[in-house]
């Protein structure tokens, strides 16, 4: 009885002097301990802000360039080719995400570890038999605490808001300057052809080469990567869209990683494959076009790569010293290509003209044919017949002019059939695209009586080529394309700004696909 | 691996966009006399609780 008298009174009396410590010491010191504990806790989580946007935090991950070509800052990927391109991620279009994380983490970290080393096992009973008197302490920490995670909850709220707008206007900045590039390409029709052997491949976006560490670039649109500049891996930046890339930038294709004419993408594309059977007068054909090119444009023209520049060094030689042409290798022809000045536009002062000269085997074997798959991207095309190949020119012509004809043995007919019912086998649409018929040997056919009258105009060849048992052939021509024109032309040097010139063709093609020759 | 310039001077101007509201708003509460108000409930409160204890 004595003794639960003594645990009652204790109780009572233990009772009274919390009661007393906590509203005469806990609660004011509770005030001042959650002013500390705000005051720390927003400092603490703004250092740490400042510590991990600086980059001091190890623990937050660079989000680097191959994370991003593996789709680290999302985005797309097209089936076709690899679209993501290997190069810093905008700001805001990913890494700020991890800074973010980074804040939030380095805060919970911290607060984590202020917790534990307060409530540590050792210190723990020793709150507990202090009780009220500790009380304050654990308002300052939990006050602390939610003045961190609410520095934390702000830096996201700011960076969502910051985020939101710049994504806003970027994005509305990236459509307007992707729908320009893209009007720009289809009005000046800049889709760039690959000229090397084998590829050929039609480029809507040329790769573009750092020229910090020659890294090819393969999607220079504003996006994700950087809306009016992307940043190589190197540190370099590069601008975007085709127009100011091309610029500035060496453009590659896409597919065969080879170098493409300074200026593809950005400038006019023409693309002309010349086909016909073998010593038809192709090669010499383009020869003497370009010979007369140069002579109408002067320097306006210029080779647009090393190897074209030899092609027509070579070919000027074999005009000058009225060299005969050697046969054409059976080989994937690679293009000649020039860069031609415009003078008279103002917005894209340049095209780029790419000649093929394909073997005549090509046009004689249907098999070998197939594998000439820049046929399928031309708009327009020229087809080169031999005149002495024509059974009733043959038999008029003498042995003499016969034998400095060289002539084609193998049928006109056959020789357009099997490269125009390939194109139509892949469904190319004909029916949309120009053919220049050239009648080659024009100053040879002139002295024979058969020619009498023929005269270097579009009816009178096309006349003539009827009326020499060709006219199935024209019937088909006329017939499979959109529009076709005759030409009789001499591919000698004389024959420069004469009705026989091999640019009167080459210039009605061009204007055909929106490229007027000075 | 250096991350672009690019990437560092997007950091601070996020940087600034969080303390320069946090410092304005701070500023704008100390003129506000908020601060003042709330010590002066705490210590009413604290009062209030005296008022109600042993020995008081």
């Given at each position: ?38 005051l ?13 946007f ?11 360039p ?18 993501r ?5 905008a ?9 973010v ?16 080393f ?29 003045s ?16 939101t ?7 509305a ?19 760039t ?70 200026g ?23 020869m003497?076009?370009f010979g007369s ?17 030899r092609?027509?060094r070579?070919?000027?030689?074999d005009?000058?010293?009225d ?33 093929f ?34 059974r ?13 004809a ?17 194109l139509?086998?892949y ?20 002295r ?16 003539w080529?009827a009326g ?6 024209v ?10 024109r005759?030409?009789?032309?001499s ?16 210039r ?11 | ?19 320069l ?7 704008a509460?100390a ?11 705490c ?14």
């Amino acid at each position: 009885m004595g003794t639960s008298i003594v645990w009652g009174v204790g109780i009572f009396l233990y009772l009274v002097a919390a009661w007393a410590a906590l509203t005469w010491v806990s609660a004011p010191l509770a005030l001042i301990c959650a002013g500390v504990g705000a005051l720390a806790g927003t400092v603490t989580a703004l250092l740490l802000t400042g510590w991990v946007f600086t980059g001091g935090d190890s623990g937050v991950r660079v989000m680097t360039p191959e994370q991003v070509a593996s789709g680290a800052a999302g985005g797309r990927k097209h089936p076709n080719l690899p679209r993501r391109d290997t190069a810093w991620a905008a700001y805001f279009a990913g890494p700020v995400v991890r800074d973010v994380r980074g804040v939030w983490g380095a805060v919970v970290r911290v607060t984590r570890r202020v917790w534990g080393f307060f409530w540590r096992e050792e210190l723990r009973q020793i709150y507990l038999a202090l009780f009220p008197f500790t009380l304050p302490a654990a308002i300052g920490l939990a006050v602390f605490t939610l003045s961190g995670l609410g520095v934390a909850l702000a830096v996201t709220v700011v960076t969502a808001a910051l985020t939101t707008v710049l994504w806003l206007l970027g994005g509305a900045l990236t459509w307007a300057m992707r729908g320009a590039d893209r009007a720009y390409q289809a009005i000046f029709r800049s889709k760039t052809g690959c000229p090397h052997e084998d590829c050929w491949y039609v480029n809507p976006l040329p790769a573009y080469r750092c020229p910090g560490c020659g890294q090819a670039h393969r999607d220079l649109r504003p996006g994700r990567l950087g809306v009016l500049w992307h940043v190589c891996e190197c540190g370099r930046r590069l601008p975007t869209t085709r127009l100011r890339a091309g610029h500035r930038l060496r453009p590659v294709c896409q597919r065969c990683l080879r170098d493409l004419a300074l200026g593809a993408g950005k400038l006019t594309d023409v693309r002309v494959p010349v086909f016909g059977a073998t010593s038809s007068g192709k090669s010499r054909f383009i020869m003497a076009a370009f010979g007369s090119l140069h002579l109408a444009a002067g320097d306006a023209v210029e080779a647009a790569d090393i190897d074209s520049d030899r092609a027509l060094r070579d070919y000027d030689r074999d005009l000058t010293a009225d060299l005969g042409t050697a046969a054409t290798a059976v080989v994937p022809p690679k293009a000649v290509t020039v860069r031609l000045r415009l003078p008279g536009r103002r917005l894209n002062g340049a095209c780029l003209i790419h000649v093929f000269d394909a073997a005549g085997e090509y046009s004689q074997n249907r098999e070998i044919n197939e594998e000439l798959s820049y046929l399928d991207h031309a708009r327009t095309l020229a087809f080169v017949l031999d005149p002495f190949a024509v059974r009733a020119v043959s038999e008029q012509a003498g042995g003499d002019l016969l034998g400095r004809a060289n002539r084609s043995l193998h049928d006109p007919e056959d020789s357009y059939a099997v490269t125009v019912q390939r194109l139509q086998a892949y469904r190319v649409k004909t029916h949309e695209r120009c053919l220049a018929v050239v009648v080659s040997k024009a100053d040879l056919l002139a002295r024979m009586p058969l020619a009498a009258g023929l005269v270097p105009e579009d009816d009178s060849v096309r006349a003539w080529l009827a009326g020499q048992g060709l006219g199935n052939l024209v019937r088909m021509a006329e017939s499979d394309f959109r529009s076709v024109r005759y030409f009789l032309v001499s591919s000698r040097k004389g024959a420069y700004g004469s009705g026989m010139d091999a640019l009167v063709p080459l210039r009605w093609l061009l204007a055909e696909d929106g490229v007027e020759l000075p | 691996m250096n991350q672009p310039i690019s990437h560092r001077l997007s950091r601070v101007v996020l940087l600034l966009a969080v303390l320069l509201p946090l410092a304005a708003g701070a500023g704008a509460l100390a003129r506000s006399g908020v601060p003042a108000t709330v010590w002066e409930w705490c210590v009413r409160f604290v009062a209030a609780v005296h008022s109600h204890a042993p020995f008081s």
